[in-house]
């Protein structure tokens, strides 16, 4: 099987030629040869590069940089800035970059509304180019769930199963707790959703094994036609390594292996109409 990691940063070290604009807990760099290295050793064909707004904010020329040096295992998805009235004018510019695939939307609690304007170029402006729009909404599903509704026909991805997730280790007491509001997302038609960090939610050590039962109810919410495994590295990096958030799903005796082909490559090509060429 073809097995596509759906969300995965990789970034220089910081330096004057490209500052960060915050520093996170995660290692001092993971280059794009770095990160396809550690996507080698435990076979993972390809990546949905997102670019690190935690560095990097709007900017994603270092995404670009490592798409063209790797051009078959990585497709590309740049944050773009609801503030920016030519926000349309950016989305058609990445659209024109070679090996881009999406989008995404920033959606934080307390940050602004589903309906802002901003989000509505941006929303049209994918319709326009046929691109899907990466939501992060965790912590903030309501507002989410809205934006979704307020554009039916815009194809969004969400990220990170929608719940809010661990930078450091140990997971929160009730990490599940908005679990009902990501399946009521699922009737949202269009949209699918990332089962990325994952295990950064269990509250035992790996292989994780108490993430199964809840996921087990996102699969039957959604479908594994619309659920898009990833390990959000390196974000998850001070509480998973690169292995660690793989194998679980690769081993574990939860999936068949068709159900395991569409959840860890399948649905990611499907949804982003990609497919990496090693």
């Known amino acids: 099987m073809t097995v596509i990691d759906s969300q995965v940063h990789a970034y220089e070290a910081n330096s004057p030629k490209r500052p960060w604009a915050t520093v996170p807990n995660w290692p001092d760099h993971v280059t794009g040869d770095e990160m396809v290295a550690a996507m080698d050793k435990v076979g993972v064909d390809g990546a949905i590069f997102i670019s690190a707004f935690s560095m990097y904010r709007y900017d994603a020329s270092y995404a670009v940089e490592v798409q063209r040096a790797h051009p078959g ?13 030519a926000v349309a004018d950016v989305v058609a510019e990445w659209k024109a970059t070679p090996g881009t695939v999406g989008i995404r939307i920033m959606l934080p609690k307390d940050g602004r509304a589903a309906d802002d304007p901003g989000h509505d170029r941006i929303a049209r402006a994918a319709v326009r180019h046929d691109f899907p729009v990466n939501l992060l909404c965790w912590d903030n599903l309501d507002e989410g769930i809205a934006l979704v509704d307020r554009h039916p026909g815009t194809r969004f991805i969400i990220d990170h199963l929608g719940l809010l997730q661990p930078r450091v280790p140990g997971a929160p007491e009730k990490p599940w707790a908005e679990l009902p509001k990501v399946l009521e997302l699922a009737k949202r038609r269009n949209a699918v959703i990332k089962v990325s960090g994952a295990c950064t939610l269990s509250r035992e ?49 939860r999936l068949s292996e068709t159900e395991r082909a569409m959840l860890m490559g399948g649905a990611c090509a499907k949804a982003y109409r990609w497919t990496p060429k090693k």
């Not at 993430?211 to 390196?234: K, N, Q």
């Open 73 to 85: 295992r990585f497709g590309i998805v740049k944050p773009v800035d609801p503030d920016n009235p």
């Open 205 to 253: 050590p790996y292989p994780f094994d108490d993430i199964w039962d809840p996921l087990a109810r996102v699969f039957d919410a959604w479908g594994f036609e619309r659920c898009l495994w990833g390990t959000d590295w390196t974000r998850a990096f001070a509480v998973v390594n690169y292995e660690q958030a793989v194998e679980p799903f690769r081993l574990t005796s």
